[in-house]
Every structure is written in structure tokens, then in C-alpha cells.
């Protein structure tokens, strides 16, 4: 089946620790993006890219970093350098920037102890 | 950016039509609306979505005002299975190569009543 794949779905880290999300699509979408969505709040952009080997920041890409080597693979890196790193991530793809419809993960939920 | 403005929390009796209202005043003409849905601790999921015409599909349908500055989406008769946050959000194709970044608001939490 096509579609898009986040894991872990739970992490725990200790403050200080840099921690890899990973996500993975086979839909041959050329965008990917990765959301930062808090309790009760919206989803806000993080990091997007329109093509391989190109990204750009979002809203709140301070403190993450993200890699685009190869088209079906988008992985986010939070470092110790984000501030408040608890939340709900999630990465989404879709054929074109936007254009089209969006696809969404599961989500990975990062907490740090 | 065109932004978008909806309720905060919404609520609808099992079996009974929903209009969920997005304002959009400041859209351009090429933004697309989308609606998109999110169930607790999922990732959202999309919905429906128009430029200029209404449009009906299997999960529901979109109305656009005329003058595309609001538009609502419909569901014809809420089950349980319809309480979510709902996302009205627009897209545009990209403008002189760098892509116009996407943000979701808080959207509009659904309550469905049995």
C-alpha cells in the first residue's frame, strides 16, 4: 500500500540528547514536510522541501536540522539546541509544494525527561 | 500569507447535518481551500477541496461564497465516527520558485452528540 511512514511512534530522550525522527513515503511525491504540533494547538511548520536535495525553514526550524538525499526519505533531527522539544511531530508529503492534497504520517510523540 | 479563521469548538447531534464555517477574506486567486480532519493522536487526514465551485465528494461537501472570502464545509448527516479538529487551510501553486509555507490554525474541535 502507498502512503507514509513515521517512526518510532514514541521516543523518550534525556535532555541534552540529539534524536533522529524518521520518515518514509512511496507515493513518489516530490514535497515532504515536518509539523510541530503542541496540546491543543494547530500544526506549525518546521522544515519543508520541494525537491531533492533542497529544503527550506519553516516557522519554527530553529534547533532542528533535516536532510533531503533521497526522494521517498525526510528525516528530522531534533538537537539539543531546541528549547522545549516535548511534542507531537508529524511529516506529510504531497505531489508538488503546495499543490495537491496532503498526506500525512501517524506522528511521532518525542518526550524529554 | 492568506490566513484563515474558524470556531473554535463546534456541536452537532448524531444523524444531523454539520456546517463547519471558514473566513478567508484575504485569499488570492489561486489559493486553493482544503479542509482536513484530525482524530485524537493521528495524523490529519484530508477532507475535500475546491477553488471556485462547490464541491461534493464521499466524506462531505464544500461550499465556496461567491466572492470565495468564506466557505463552509458540509457533512450531510454526522456519525460518532466525524468528531475530530477540522483544518481549513489554503494552498497556492508556487509563486516565482519558492513555495508559500503552510501553517494550520487551531481549527474547529467537531463535538458529535449521540
Known amino acids: 500500500d502507498g502512503g507514509i511512514t513515521q517512526s518510532p511512534k514514541y521516543l523518550f530522550r534525556k535532555e541534552g540528547q540529539n534524536v533522529t525522527l524518521s520518515c518514509e513515503q512511496n507515493?513518489?511525491?516530490?514535497?515532504m514536510y515536518w509539523y510541530r504540533q503542541d496540546p491543543g494547538q494547530g500544526l506549525r511548520l518546521i522544515y519543508y522541501s520541494q525537491i531533492v536535495n533542497d529544503f527550506q525553514k519553516g516557522d519554527i526550524a530553529e534547533g532542528y536540522s533535516v536532510s533531503r538525499e533521497k526522494k521517498e526519505s525526510f528525516p528530522l533531527t531534533v538537537t539539543s539546541a531546541q528549547k522545549n522539544p516535548t511534542a507531537f511531530y508529524l511529516c506529510?508529503?504531497?505531489?508538488?509544494?503546495?499543490?495537491?492534497?496532503?498526506?500525512f504520517g501517524e506522528g511521532s510523540r518525542l518526550t524529554v525527561l | 500569507d492568506a490566513k484563515t479563521t474558524q470556531p473554535n469548538s463546534m456541536e452537532s447531534n448524531e444523524e444531523e447535518p454539520v456546517h463547519l464555517p471558514c473566513n478567508h477574506s484575504t485569499i488570492s486567486g489561486t489559493d486553493y481551500i482544503h479542509w482536513y480532519r484530525q482524530l485524537p493522536s493521528q495524523g490529519p487526514e484530508y477532507v475535500i477541496h475546491?477553488?471556485?465551485s462547490n464541491v461534493n465528494n464521499r466524506m462531505a461537501s464544500l461550499a465556496i461564497a461567491e466572492d470565495r472570502k468564506s466557505s463552509t464545509l458540509i457533512l450531510h448527516r454526522a456519525t460518532l465516527r466525524d468528531a475530530a479538529v477540522y483544518y481549513c487551510?489554503?494552498?497556492?501553486?508556487?509563486?516565482?520558485?519558492?513555495?508559500?509555507?503552510?501553517?494550520f490554525g487551531s481549527g474547529t474541535q467537531l463535538t458529535v452528540l449521540p
Open positions: 475546491g477553488l471556485t
Open positions: 487551510i489554503l494552498r497556492s501553486p508556487l509563486s516565482s520558485g519558492s513555495a508559500r509555507q503552510l501553517t
Open positions: 507515493l513518489n511525491h516530490d514535497a
Open positions: 506529510a508529503s504531497s505531489l508538488a509544494a503546495n499543490t495537491g492534497e496532503l498526506f
